[in-house]
């Protein structure tokens, strides 16, 4: 059978794919750089020459799946026929932005040889996803929702704390607690956008019905 030559992007992305799938099926952790050459049919060689490990697969998904929540965010703050605090409800009403994607490659991010990976995607999702927030922020300050000074760095201050506080088994928290401070969280986040108390009851409301 000859060998089918594709284009090396073409390539690229077929190993990040089919890396992205059988990590969802087997786990992560139970998932070998084997079993993806197997299941490409290609030979080692091709997959260590677009990555050198299988963290650096990871970090090209994570890097695929924050590409894509930053261009879902987009969409939501640029549509002209929603108000500001209807856009935070869609981006916020689940307590995080992303679906079920992103949460399931966040589950892979918590273990701890992902760490280092894990941080870096933090920090990266603060600096590309507040700017977006603020925009929002700033269409609530012209419909008189909110009222703060530096929406951008006021942004960035939540973000970072909700990213920290209430990220994973970090602290240890059980369920209850997180919850407590998810409650917190909300009053922290209308008192420092200047939102009157309660406009943010979407980002628990579902909780309450579990």
């Not at 197997?38 to 697969?57: C, L, M, N």
């Amino acid at each position: 059978m000859a060998r089918i030559v594709k284009d090396p992007e073409e390539r690229r992305a077929e190993i990040v794919e089919t890396a992205d799938q059988l990590f969802r099926q087997h786990g992560y952790a139970k998932c070998s750089v084997e079993m993806i050459i197997r299941e490409i049919g290609v030979a080692k060689g091709t997959f260590y020459y677009y990555f050198k490990s299988k963290p650096d697969i990871l970090e090209a998904i994570v890097d695929k799946t924050l590409s894509q929540i930053v261009e879902m965010a987009k969409g939501v703050a640029e549509e002209p026929s929603l108000t500001a605090m209807q856009k935070m409800e869609a981006l916020l009403g689940n307590s995080h932005i992303g679906g079920d994607d992103s949460l399931e490659v966040a589950e892979m991010l918590h273990l701890p040889e992902n760490r280092e990976l894990h941080e870096l995607t933090n920090i990266q999702t603060v600096l590309q996803l507040s700017p977006i927030l603020a925009q929002i922020v700033e269409q609530g300050i012209g419909e008189g929702v909110f009222e703060v000074e530096r929406p951008l760095e006021t942004i960035q201050f939540l973000f970072t704390g909700a990213q920290f506080l209430t990220d994973g088994d970090m602290f240890g928290f059980s369920d209850a607690e997180l919850r407590t401070r998810r409650l917190v969280m909300q009053t922290i986040i209308e008192k420092a956008l200047g939102a009157t108390p309660g406009s943010f009851d979407f980002m628990n409301h579902f909780r309450a019905v579990e």
